[in-house]
């Protein structure tokens, strides 16, 4: 439950009073039409239902939508206050590579609760999951987690998009536990409108372009409706070489002078991973003749650019080398060689929605929803590089191998008394540091969506009944061009002849690449087929205030996925390093997790009633109740409950509020999927706290790609909570709406990971626990690490704990973990007025986040308590427990606000959106302070003109979007920003020319 501080209530009245200036500026009111409490379907499935107007529900009605400019559902949903980070987005998904959800997709995630917590609907009907999933950080890492494609659902054709900002598990069943959204399409449309828009960006040299088209018409003497609805979209890519923001990777020179941060590596995001590996000669006594002249003492080497002041002997035409310890080649990831890559893909996107309602002989009426969608994108992202467990050997034979056997042997004078210590028949390298950059990545996606629903509806005396078949399927192909073959690389490594692959050219012919390039897929499926069957009744009996409302119903449905990798990921090509590591810990595509195929279904049955009760004439009640029937989960017969109120004690003043229980059943990925090895770029803890101590004397390397297993279970648990939620409509004079809800929400079992880097703190604790005692102990036995080298044994020793070598994989498992609360509140203002000098309407809403935290029990209890008395620095972060608010994109607010007018032909508006201020989490400092990125504010402005064209009646309308040309502020991200939560394009226009006939 949540309480009402005094600091709370001083915080809401601030956008209270700049609301209510800005109308009084404006000197307009609500004419009668906005009535949005009145048209609202979502929350209640009894047709009519009057307690509607007691639900806490956002409307967004087309002419509203078609103002913002949008084109897409992912930007629509930025645009939504009570919705949070897209985690799906293409800027952002870039070290997930093929395991990432790529291609046109956008997650719904309300009230920053997680993906799938949202439930989406279309006409009041589930949607189907998009194909593809990716992984989300729950707790310390990365889950699986899927969600409906934003994209699939249109921008056009719509009448209205409704919000419900409440769980609603009892009405429509899992996954609503942050609320529901819900897409209404037009229905009983006749005409035909047609439109263009052409969009162009100020900062790079993208454009987009859309064609939209509206048809319907009567038959049957008006018996029967058909309506379609198309869309073409195509959009052109954004590459980080457009703008001077993003084409460096090095983000260093944007940090102030006077920053605690200035001089930091933190925003140095190029890469240790380049064209210049380093090389080390792989044997257990290097020859010492080698030792200060081409290696150092243990045998490795860095190289170097031709014409670098580091270099000391050359290589080849394009490559020298150098004793180690003179610094890394850094790779610029942006930059990619020249290719740059994409912050946003090449797209194309088609969808047809079509609506047929006739009404039957007997008054049954029919219904039918057909709709279509497809996508095909081209990304490019920067070039592979092997993952730092898994080393590739140069071989001896090799021509280009400076210490082998081949032309490629360093002689001279300088290098000859060297190189006499070095056997005949050479010596193989292990390749270290390095990036196969000659060629960049390039993805193709194609996506498309299928869904036919055919519906019946009809009355017997005082009984409303509706029945609905439904089959939808969505599929997605990735296939990811010039991947490097782990396999093909060795193999070609080993060629003794000119045709082997050289890492000492930088160039495409050169290297020989070619022959180590190969093409990966994955191939994503997602079906949802359901039947539902429901009865109400307006008039089940009377009470003293009215009648009461009656539904019951019956819904089955059946879910399925299948996840189809490429044979190079799933374990039907095997490749064993020369460690031994091999499958399932290992794949044969460089840079990328091996992952089985994976698949799943469950049926699901659940029967559900509903009952509004008039229990004053001012006082109405809504109660629910579902049990739902899971296949494949433990605990697979569920029940929960919801009741909600509107109580009116006079007409301007309405109270409302509602109490739920909620549950999200584990996702078919985390049931089904079979021991998954990902390996995601992460910081050993221990490792930089024994840099921070030693003041990084010894220069270890703490952030490396580290390798975590997990896999699905039967064992898990639904997810299940609570959700309150109290507030107020007030009409204080016509035309004038206030509203303001205050919500909570309890999470309890939410399924995630404790975490790589959560296990590497709990393995840091029991060394500093141990000190240099008992140093034969395991310490956190989930926690893999090489045996250390010589400069780790040094530098944990002088910080006073038992040496580790490099963590390579930490061994986690999906579980139930503890509870996530949140809190917070909505505010609405709303006026319209018709005046002499036109219509104007004012909408402003936000939404405010005071709590989000995740309970920590167990080890990460036992963390958290250490850190907080000071065993644990500040600066570490122990990730997804205790206070989440504020971080790592959790805003504590958000607004938007938007004026129109319109005055005969002549239309404008302006409309302003607000992001707050948030901490990223992983730049604090070992005193705490952290690193806030600050509140992003951009407005938008519309003209337009209606006028008449031949026979059809056009509008014309200029828009300009982020119309100060506001830029993202500075993260420590990929490019720059933090793409989940903020869009650094800049400002553009567009034109959009509509006609009616």
């Known amino acids: ?199 162009e960006f100020d900062n790079t040299p993208s454009t987009r372009q859309s064609i939209t088209a509206e048809w319907g018409q009567d038959f049957n003497d008006g018996r029967t409706n058909v309506g379609v609805f198309f869309n073409y979209y195509h959009r052109d890519r954004v590459s980080s070489n457009d703008d001077p923001r993003w084409a460096d990777s090095d983000f260093r020179s944007r940090i102030p002078e006077d920053s605690p941060w200035a001089g930091s590596t933190s925003f140095r995001n190029d890469s240790a991973n380049g064209l210049y590996p380093q090389m080390d000669v792989r044997t257990s006594s290097e020859p010492t003749s080698l030792n200060g002249v081409i290696t150092d003492t243990a045998g490795e080497f860095e190289t170097y650019a031709v014409g670098d002041s580091r270099c000391q002997y050359a290589i080849s035409a394009t490559h020298c080398g150098a004793v180690d310890g003179q610094g890394t080649s850094r790779y610029d990831l942006n930059g990619n060689n020249g290719f740059g890559r994409d912050l946003a893909s090449e797209l194309d996107r088609m969808s047809v929605f079509a609506n047929i309602t006739h009404e039957l002989e007997n008054g049954v009426e029919s219904f039918t929803e057909i709709s279509y969608y497809e996508s095909d994108t081209n990304l490019i992202r920067h070039a592979s590089s092997p993952f730092s467990s898994v080393k590739l050997i140069m071989g001896a034979d090799n021509p280009y191998n400076p210490l082998g056997s081949g032309p490629g042997r360093l002689s001279g004078p300088d290098l000859d008394e060297a190189m006499a210590g070095v056997p005949a028949e050479g010596l193989d390298l292990i390749i270290d540091n390095y990036r196969f950059g000659q060629v960049p990545r390039v993805v193709d996606n194609n996506g498309d969506m299928f869904r036919i629903l055919q519906g019946l509806r009809g009355s017997q005396g005082d009984w409303d009944w509706e029945t609905a078949f439904s089959y939808a399927k969505a599929g997605k192909d990735d296939i990811t061009h010039n991947r490097i073959s782990n396999n093909l690389a060795q193999e070609a490594l080993n060629d003794s002849s000119s045709a082997a692959f050289n890492p000492f050219d930088s160039t495409r012919e050169g290297s020989n690449i070619d022959r180590i390039l190969v093409d990966v897929y994955r191939k994503s499926e997602t079906e949802l087929t359901t039947f539902d069957f429901k009865v109400s009744n307006n008039d089940l009996f009377e009470l003293g205030a009215g009648s009461v409302a009656g539904l019951i119903g019956f819904e089955w449905r059946k879910e399925e996925y299948s996840d189809d990798r490429d044979p190079r990921l799933d374990g039907t090509i095997v490749f064993t390093d020369y460690q031994g590591n091999t499958f399932p810990y290992v794949s044969d595509v460089v840079n990328s997790s091996p992952t089985p195929d994976s698949a799943g279904g469950r049926n699901v049955r659940s029967v559900f009633a509903e009952l509004q009760i008039p229990v004053l004439e001012n006082l109405n009640v809504q109660l629910a109740i579902r049990s739902e029937n899971y296949s494949d989960v433990g605990d697979g017969n569920i029940s929960v409950g919801k009741a909600a109120f509107g109580y009116r004690p006079f007409e301007p003043l309405l109270i409302r509020g509602s109490w739920s229980e909620t549950f999200r059943a584990p996702n078919l990925v985390t049931v089904n999927e079979g021991l998954v090895a990902r390996s995601n770029t992460r910081t050993d803890w221990t490792c930089d706290y024994v840099n921070q101590v030693t003041g990084e004397a010894y220069d270890l390397n703490c952030r490396n790609s580290t390798q975590r297993s997990a896999q699905g279970s039967e064992l898990l648990t639904s997810e299940t909570g609570e959700s309150t939620s109290i507030g107020i409509v007030l009409e204080p004079i016509e035309g004038l709406t206030v509203t303001a809800d205050f919500w909570s929400i309890e999470k309890d079992d939410t399924i995630g990971l404790f975490g790589e880097e959560n296990h590497m703190i709990l393995d840091l604790f029991y060394r500093l626990q141990a000190g240099t005692t008992d140093c034969s102990m395991t310490f956190n036995p989930a926690v893999v690490r090489d045996a250390p080298d010589d400069d780790q044994i040094a530098a944990f020793a002088e910080a006073g704990i038992c040496p580790g070598g490099t963590a390579i994989r930490v061994d986690d498992a999906y579980a139930n973990l503890d509870k996530r609360t949140l809190e917070g509140y909505d505010i609405g203002v709303y006026y319209e007025v018709d005046t002499q000098a036109g219509n104007f309407s004012f909408r402003y809403n936000g939404s405010y986040l005071d709590k989000f935290e995740q309970e920590a029990s167990g080890d990460a209890a036992l963390l958290v308590a250490s850190q907080a008395s000071g065993a644990i620095p500040a600066n570490i972060p122990i990730d997804g427990f205790a206070d989440l608010l504020g971080r790592d994109g959790n805003q504590e607010e958000r607004h938007r606000a938007s004026l129109r007018w319109r005055r005969g032909d002549f239309g404008a508006s302006l409309s302003g959106y607000q992001v707050g201020s948030f901490y990223q989490s992983a730049l604090t400092l070992s005193d705490g302070t952290r690193y806030v990125i600050p509140s992003m504010k951009t407005y938008d402005a519309t003209f337009d003109y209606r006028f008449d064209m031949g026979d059809a009646r056009s509008r014309l309308r200029l828009g300009v979007k982020n119309l100060t040309d506001e830029r993202a502020p500075l993260a420590d991200r990929y490019f720059g920003y933090f793409a989940d939560a903020h869009s650094d394009y800049g400002r553009y226009m567009y034109v959009d020319l509509r006609m009616s006939f």
């Open 1 to 199: 439950m949540f309480h009402i501080s005094h600091s709370f209530l001083k915080c809401a009245r601030a956008p209270l009073a700049v609301a209510v200036a800005l109308i009084s500026a404006a000197s307009i009111a609500q004419d009668s039409d906005l009535a949005i409490e009145e048209v609202i379907v979502v929350g209640s499935q009894i047709k009519g239902a009057s307690i509607s107007e007691a639900l806490a529900v956002s409307v967004l009605d087309a002419e509203t939508i078609e103002a913002m400019g949008v084109d897409s559902g992912d930007e629509l949903l930025a645009l939504i206050p009570e919705n949070g980070q897209n985690f799906f987005n293409e800027a952002e998904n870039i070290s997930g590579g093929v395991n990432s959800g790529r291609g046109d997709l956008g997650a719904f995630n309300l009230r920053n609760l997680g993906t799938g917590n949202t439930l989406v609907l279309l006409n009041g009907r589930r949607l189907v999951n998009s194909a593809t999933y990716q992984t989300e950080e729950v707790g310390g890492s990365f889950v699986p987690v899927n969600t409906a494609n934003s994209n699939h659902l249109p921008v056009w054709g719509i009448d209205r998009v409704e919000v419900l900002r409440d769980g609603a598990s009892a009405i429509y069943g899992a996954d609503a536990v942050a609320g529901v959204v819900n897409t209404v399409l037009k229905d009983d449309f006749e005409g035909f409108n047609i439109s263009f828009r052409h969009s």
